[in-house]
C-alpha cells in the first residue's frame, strides 16, 4: 500500500536530485524537467493533501492556503522558464530551487506530522494520490484517461 506522505516525500527527494543534476549540467532539458515534475506535483498535492489538511488539522486552513501561495509562487517562476526564458536559466532555476527547499522543508516538518497526528488515513490517501497522479498526467501529456 502506498502512504501518501511517503510518497511525497520520495517525490521531494527526486526533484532535490533533479536540481542536483542540474547544478552540473546547465542543461535546459534538466530544468524543463524540474519544471514539469513541479508542476504535476503540486497539482496532486492540491488535490489529495491540502484538502485533508484543511479537514483535519487545526490551523489546516491557513497552513493550506501558505502552501497554495508558496505554489502558485512556484508556478510563476516555472512560467517564467517557459514562456520567457533568459538566456541563461541558472539564476532563474536557483530561485525556483530556494522556493521549493523552502516549501518542502515546511511540508516535511510541520505539515505530514500534524497530518499524521490527526489521524488521517494516509494509506487511503495514498490510493488517492496515485490515482490522481495518473489522472494529472495523462492530461498533461495529451493522453486520454
Do not use: W
Not at 532539458?29 to 515534475?37: S, Y
Not at 503540486?42 to 489538511?53: D, S, T
Not at 484543511?54 to 501561495?69: I, K
Amino acid at each position: 500500500m502506498t502512504d501518501l506522505l511517503e510518497s511525497l516525500a520520495r517525490e521531494h527527494s527526486d526533484v532535490k536530485k533533479l536540481f542536483a543534476s542540474y547544478a552540473e549540467s546547465g542543461d535546459d532539458a534538466t530544468a524543463h524537467k524540474i519544471c514539469d515534475a513541479l508542476t504535476l506535483h503540486a497539482q496532486v498535492e492540491e488535490e489529495v493533501l491540502y484538502p485533508e489538511v484543511r479537514r483535519l488539522v487545526d490551523d489546516g486552513d491557513d497552513l493550506a492556503n501558505t502552501a497554495e501561495a508558496e505554489h502558485a509562487a512556484i508556478r510563476a517562476l516555472i512560467a517564467h522558464v517557459y514562456e520567457s526564458p533568459p538566456p541563461d536559466l541558472r539564476p532563474l532555476v536557483d530561485e525556483l530551487r530556494r522556493n521549493v527547499e523552502h516549501h518542502v522543508a515546511i511540508e516535511e516538518s510541520e505539515l505530514f506530522p500534524m497530518l499524521r497526528a490527526s489521524g488521517a488515513d494516509v494509506e487511503a490517501l495514498g490510493q488517492k494520490f496515485d490515482a490522481a497522479r495518473g489522472e494529472a498526467s495523462s492530461r498533461s501529456s495529451g493522453q486520454v484517461g
